[in-house]
């Protein structure tokens, strides 16, 4: 069973902190890596996507890939009350119509 | 661009009621949409995968009798949901991809409220 694991969380950030959000895959086959961000009662949204190991920058967010040691991580800088929302990481599943596989996400609460 | 459009974006109807549920790539071509379940503070559930020109692939426990799905171009999927009951009241959200390995991009989701 190919799975995606994420801390639950909540996580609570201090307004302009840094949040680091961490997941880790089962499948060593995988290529390609994503984050979503889901507001309550909205459809997923794309944040970053991430395809080789190191590290990957789109303005306040970066998205750490390590293939090896199967984990992907989000940083976010500088962290906003907008950011509170639940983030998703999501996999690729070759094998299966590159399907994704999820992580039950993680819940991003950033304090003021 | 790779924008995804869901309609309706909410129907409320009665127990019964066959509701239909529509997505469109606008801006792209789409040989594979995914349609997906998702209930209040649970995760995304996948329920079937809709390949062009083919049948839908279920997911394990989603009634393909129940969850009509029709993909009959390359830029529109259909879901319809037969004789609707209570249970079947939930957040029902399309996605598709521009090509293999990239990233799936989401309609808006239609929240069905079956009374």
């Known amino acids: 069973q190919k799975e995606v694991e994420q801390n639950s969380g909540p996580l609570s950030v201090p307004e302009g902190a840094i949040a680091s959000l961490n997941c880790t895959y089962s499948?060593?086959?995988?290529?390609?890596f994503f984050w979503y961000r889901q507001y309550s009662g909205k459809s997923p949204e794309l944040i970053m996507s991430i395809y080789s190991n190191g590290d990957k920058e789109d303005g306040r967010f970066t998205a750490q890939l390590n293939k090896a040691s199967q984990y992907v991580s989000l940083l976010i800088r500088d962290s906003q009350p907008s950011d509170s929302a639940t983030y998703l990481c999501a996999v690729n599943e070759k094998d299966s119509n590159y399907q994704l596989i999820w992580g039950a996400g993680t819940k991003l609460i950033i304090k003021p | 661009g790779a924008v995804v459009s869901q309609h309706p974006s909410r129907v409320i109807c009665k127990s019964g009621t066959s509701v239909k549920i529509e997505c469109r790539s606008l801006d792209f071509q789409a040989t594979t949409m995914f349609w997906y379940r998702q209930f209040p503070k649970q995760s995304l559930m996948l329920m079937a995968t809709s390949n062009e020109g083919s049948k839908a692939t279920y997911e394990q426990g989603v009634e393909k009798d129940k969850f009509l799905i029709n993909h009959a171009s390359l830029t529109l999927s259909t879901l319809t949901v037969t004789s609707a009951h209570p249970e079947d009241s939930s957040f029902y959200i399309c996605?598709?991809?521009?090509?293999?390995?990239?990233?799936?991009?989401f309609g808006d989701g239609t929240r069905l409220s079956i009374l």
């Open positions: 996605s598709a991809y521009t090509s293999f390995n990239q990233p799936q991009h």
């Open positions: 499948d060593r086959g995988s290529q390609s």
